[in-house]
């Protein structure tokens, strides 16, 4: 599965990427940072 960075998924969904960030450290992804990859398939739990 590929990697996207935070912001490009958040301004795919229409999101800022703090809220993203909130809602994936929410869900348990707290390594996540905002340019660094994000490996999909770790964030789907």
Known sequence: ???VR???LAKELGLESK???K???D???S???R???LNLRS???
Do not use: S
């Open 6 to 8: 935070v912001y490009e």
């Open 31 to 33: 390594f996540v940072r």
């Open 27 to 29: 869900m348990g992804n």
């Open 19 to 21: 809220d993203l960030l």
């Open 23 to 25: 809602t994936l450290n």
């Open 35 to 37: 340019h660094r990859p």
């Open 1 to 3: 599965m590929a990697k």
């Open 43 to 45: 964030c789907a739990g």
